[in-house]
């Protein structure tokens, strides 16, 4: 069995002067936001094996502090450029040629990554608010198995939980 662990970004700053929406950073509340749920995360002993991210700045940010959190090394953190805007068939195809890894952390964006999760997970909540964990079980071998309901919710958090 697989596990994926599904992390929107944490509270990105609209005020910044930056030059677009993929440059936008996080604001103080995303800042504390995210250390918080890597904390949740390290209490569960849950501690994906990789962090893949979309490269926007927002993203980069809450995976940095993650890993910071969950004292994982740089060379278990994987920037793809595919799940910046994603739609949810391309969501899929990221999750299905994921490197072998038991349990790889997707940190993203919505409204992809509440799609992703509930076509694996009919039990999977209708919004994933910012920061917000969602560690699902997939019924599956391997990633290139991954089928629509193939996953068990295991856990679900958010900041303001």
């Not at 993929?22 to 504390?32: C, E, I, M, T």
Request: aromatic fraction near 6%; include cysteine.
């Amino acid at each position: 069995m697989e596990k994926l662990t599904l992390i929107r970004h944490a509270k990105s700053d609209w005020s910044s002067a930056a030059a677009s929406d993929f440059d936008r950073p996080l604001n103080s509340r995303g800042n504390k936001a995210a250390p918080v749920m890597a904390a949740r995360i390290r209490g569960r002993d849950q501690i994906p094996d990789l962090l893949v991210s979309s490269p926007a700045q927002r993203a980069v940010e809450t995976v940095e502090l993650l890993a910071h959190e969950l004292d994982l090394p740089q060379d278990q953190i994987i920037c793809q450029r595919g799940i910046y805007e994603a739609s949810l068939e391309t969501l899929i195809e990221i999750v299905r040629h994921l490197p072998e890894a038991e349990h790889v952390a997707l940190v993203g964006h919505n409204p992809g990554l509440t799609q992703l999760g509930q076509w694996l997970c009919p039990q999977a909540p209708e919004w994933l608010p910012t920061c917000a964990v969602l560690e699902l079980e997939l019924a599956v071998g391997d990633w290139l198995s991954v089928s629509p309901s193939c996953a068990t919710l295991l856990y679900y958090d958010y900041p303001k939980k």
